[in-house]
Nanobody
C-alpha cells in the first residue's frame, strides 16, 4: 500500500510562489512516478502536472511556464514549484501515484489508485 502526504500549501498573494511536497512511502521507489491534481471549489478535480519514469515532465496548459514538477528519489519525494501564482490557482492540490510499474502516468485521475489527503493553496488578489 502506498501512502502519500502533501505539504507546503498556504495563503499567498498573487504573483507569489509556493513549493508543494509529496512524500511517498509503502513501496520501494527507485525512480518516483507521480502526478499532481487540483480541485477548486465547485469544480471537478483536474490534472496539473506529471513526472515519468525517465524524468520527463508534462503540464496542463494552466501551469505551463509557471509550475515545475521535480523529484528527489533518495527522499521518495516529489515537488511542485509554483511561481507567478494567480487567484485562479486557488484549490486543494493532491499528489497521486499510479500503479507499480507505470512508465508514463496518465492525465486522468482514474488511472491513479493512490492519493494524498491534499493541501490547500489560496492565492489572494
Amino acid at each position: 500500500q502506498v501512502q502519500l502526504v502533501e505539504s507546503g500549501g498556504g495563503l499567498v498573494q498573487a504573483g507569489g510562489s509556493l513549493r508543494l511536497s509529496c512524500a511517498a512511502s509503502g513501496r520501494t521507489f527507485s525512480r518516483i512516478v507521480m502526478g499532481w491534481f487540483r480541485q477548486a471549489p465547485g469544480k471537478e478535480r483536474e490534472f496539473v502536472a506529471r513526472i515519468s519514469l525517465n524524468g520527463g515532465t508534462y503540464y496542463a496548459d494552466s501551469g505551463k511556464g509557471r509550475f515545475t514538477i521535480s523529484r528527489d528519489n533518495a527522499k521518495n519525494t516529489v515537488y511542485l514549484q509554483m511561481n507567478s501564482l494567480k487567484p485562479d490557482d486557488t484549490a486543494v492540490y493532491y499528489c497521486a501515484a499510479p500503479p507499480s510499474g507505470t512508465v508514463v502516468p496518465g492525465l486522468s485521475e482514474s488511472t491513479y489508485p493512490y492519493w494524498g489527503q491534499g493541501t490547500q493553496v489560496t492565492v489572494s488578489s
